[in-house]
């Protein structure tokens, strides 16, 4: 599974946790499933302890069979994509990581404007074959570094669209590895927000529908895009792109988070080797040997410091994982942290 990541021997294991393993091995394939695997391997912003076990499935089925042995098992379990929005714990995740890869990379152009897509697919992919089947409506998400699985459960997007503005139906397995079909009102869209951020249901594919566009116009519109991101965004430095969602009210009143936390006079600030980034102050920055601790107080003291400007407290897009698989806007995870020791830093 190219995690650079030895099997732990069988006897150097706990019983329960070489029962699982041996468990999802069988329905897995042993090259499918790895032990203690660092977490900062698997998120964009290299953070995070160990993971018991990671499971990247071959295919549908294989995720079918792996859910329904989790669950059997009464395993925590969480479903991640390119965590590329996802802050992991420094103590980990002491359970079952089931990764959704390439191998669920489907693409299929059916009548009228219609596509099926697979929940592994990458988002820069899937926006190009859009593109060149000449439908429009899905450009804005060009520069979104992650899944498709993982693009329809935040509702992501850019220029303020959401890819859930054309999501038709998606089909997920339930804890059990059952199949469902849920279409686009029960998915509840909302900005940066959807059903699937329960964490319940595991996305294998999504129905798309778009209309007709210029491809060459798309395409520019693309470059023009990724042009504009790339002088935006902060270069070389891990980061798990845009950490606060935009407020409307808070839009309305000073400007998007990253224009908030600058006149809060944050831009810059540094917390162990966490920085909110010079380059735009909305993204946290490793600089190296960042902690998810330094990304909560940071969290913690740009959310207080634009609510005693502004009296609104800006919630995180970014969703935290701790060791017991709660996986919650991280946010509500900094509002815990003592940053008194980091006042003044
Ligand atoms: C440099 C950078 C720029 C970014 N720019 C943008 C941007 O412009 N707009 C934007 O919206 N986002 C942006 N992001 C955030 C992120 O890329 C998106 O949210 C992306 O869609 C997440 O996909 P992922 O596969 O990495 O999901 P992950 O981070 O792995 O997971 C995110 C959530 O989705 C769930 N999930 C993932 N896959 C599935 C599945 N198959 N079934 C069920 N649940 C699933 C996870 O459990 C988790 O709750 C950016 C990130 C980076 C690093």
Known sequence: MNLNTAMIPDDRLMPAQAAAVRALIAVAGADRVATD??????????????????????????????????????LPRVIIGDGSNLLFDDAGFRGVIVRIGRALGEFELREDGIVDAGAGLWVPTFVRRVIDAGLSGAVHAIGIPGTLGGLVTMNGGSQRRGIGENVVHVDAFDRHGQAHRLDHEALAYSYRASR???????VTSVRLRFSPGDRQAMHREARSILRARREKFPKVRANCGSVFVSDPKLYDL??????????????????GGAQLSPDHANFIVNNGGARAQDV??????????????????????????????????????ADHIHVAQYQGT
């Open 254 to 271: 000073i400007g998007p988070p990253g224009m908030a936390i600058e006149r809060a006079g944050l831009k810059g600030k540094a917390i």
């Open 37 to 74: 695997v660092p977490l900062s391997a698997l998120g964009r912003w290299r953070i995070g302890g160990p993971a018991d076990i990671v499971v990247t499935p071959a295919d549908a089925a294989a995720l079918g069979r792996v859910l329904a042995v989790i669950e059997d098992l009464e």
């Open 196 to 202: 699937l951020q329960h964490g319940d249901l595991v």
């Open 296 to 333: 909560l107080a940071l969290i913690r003291i740009a959310r207080d410091r634009v609510a005693e400007l502004s009296g609104i407290r800006m919630d995180a897009e970014v969703r935290h994982l701790a060791p017991d698989g709660t996986m919650r806007p991280a946010h509500q995870v």
